[in-house]
């Protein structure tokens, strides 16, 4: 074959024949059965139990107009409502008995989006379809990982493709193939920190872009401080720091080693990746019954938790990019009830990625100020 039809794949090296059938080495470890498509009988009624801002309803129309004629890059700060400017298109997609679905790196952010989506869209079918959740892969709403997009082969004629440029979806060229052949007609990309490569495919024409740097509440995004020193500095200033804290704090570290380390020395309860209790301990954060947290990047996007402080253990560490620093960041001041909040940056020496992080936030805040006035 001299294309994978599920990856996209066209390097013959990675193709094998076998019983007479073609097979790509790339994505043969992913089986399973394969969606049908569902279609409403009835028009789409979404229930929001809140109005949406005036700038999100003139984007909300704006995506749904042009996801009919291309791609759309929506570039939206952290807490701008990035799940509230597809619902439109969602909905207008449906009707017109058309496939849509979502997809996102991480299986917390499916499930979470799930609970959102299924009260927002009480007449529908909606489907999270994420490890331990694929026994059902058919509905009207689809909702995603990426890596479970291989079931779904040219299915979608809108693809929402949330946070693109969150690992491992951004360095994994299979899951990004799957993405690619999924879609037969238009995909939406969610993001707060867009890559080069997709800001120049708008500069080249290629994608619309739609950008919403205000969240719905109003207040600018928090400016991370900066404070700068050796490790067993950094371990003084974070907990003179959090005895002052008066909400609950994420605590963000760049490894697995450093977190046990912390966890050991602070006595506070530490999560990454592979914790088993993963999504119990976020459950027990959401809830307060955990008033720090330590974590690795697991939870820089898409888990939404409201009134916390953020700190950065080590944040001119390399596995900390200038797109991780400002999601970090956007999980403070993200609720009406709490718009405000404090960002530490704990580190040996400032870093490129740390001041770029700094000044794309500062340039929100003023795009913000200058769109109210």
Not at 98 to 127: C, D, H, S, Y
Not at 176 to 186: H, L, P, W, Y
Not at 187 to 206: C, D, I
Not at 310 to 324: K, L, P
Request: aromatic share 8%.
């Amino acid at each position: 074959m001299d294309q994978c039809p599920r990856c996209g794949e066209k390097d013959q090296r990675y193709f094998i024949v076998n019983q007479r059938r073609s097979l790509c080495r790339k994505c043969l470890t992913y089986q399973g059965d394969e969606g049908q498509a569902v279609f409403a009988e009835d028009l789409v009624e979404p229930v929001l139990s809140y109005d949406l801002t005036e700038p999100q309803l003139k984007c909300s129309r704006e995506i749904e107009q042009a996801s009919r004629n291309g791609d759309v890059l929506v570039y939206a700060i952290c807490g701008a409502g990035k799940t509230e400017l597809v619902i439109e298109t969602i909905s207008s997609v449906i009707d017109r008995k058309l496939t849509v679905g979502i997809a996102v790196a991480r299986r917390q952010v499916v499930l979470q989006l799930f609970e959102r989506l299924k009260i927002i869209f009480p007449e529908l079918v909606v489907r999270a379809v994420c490890e331990g959740h694929t026994s059902e892969i058919n509905g009207h709403l689809i909702i995603c990982t990426t890596h479970q997009l291989y079931r779904y082969h040219q299915f979608f004629d809108v693809l929402i493709l949330d946070e693109p440029d969150a690992f491992p979806f951004s360095e994994d060229k299979t899951l990004q193939g799957f993405a690619k052949m999924a879609c037969k007609g238009s995909v939406v990309y969610l993001t707060a920190t867009p890559s080069l490569k997709m800001r120049n495919s708008v500069k080249e024409g290629h994608m619309h872009e739609v950008k919403l740097f205000v969240r719905p509440h109003g207040y600018p995004l928090s400016v991370p401080k900066v404070r700068t020193g050796l490790h067993y500095v950094q371990l003084i200033i974070l907990q003179r720091w959090l005895a002052k804290r008066k909400k609950q704090v994420l605590i963000f570290v760049p490894s697995i080693y450093l977190g046990n380390q912390l966890m050991n020395l602070l006595k506070l309860d530490f999560v990454y990746a592979g914790y088993e209790r993963l999504d119990e301990r976020i459950r027990a954060f959401k809830l307060g019954e955990i008033k720090f947290l330590i974590c690795t990047t697991v939870l820089e996007r898409g888990v939404t938790f409201s009134g916390i402080d953020v700190c950065v253990m080590h944040a001119d560490h390399r596995v900390f990019t200038h797109a991780s620093l400002i999601q970090i960041a956007g999980r403070v001041g993200r609720s009406f009830s709490d718009p405000e909040g404090e960002v530490l940056f704990l580190c040996s020496q400032n870093s490129r990625n740390i001041e770029a992080c700094l000044r794309d936030i500062q340039q929100a805040n003023a795009s913000c100020v200058s769109n109210q006035s």
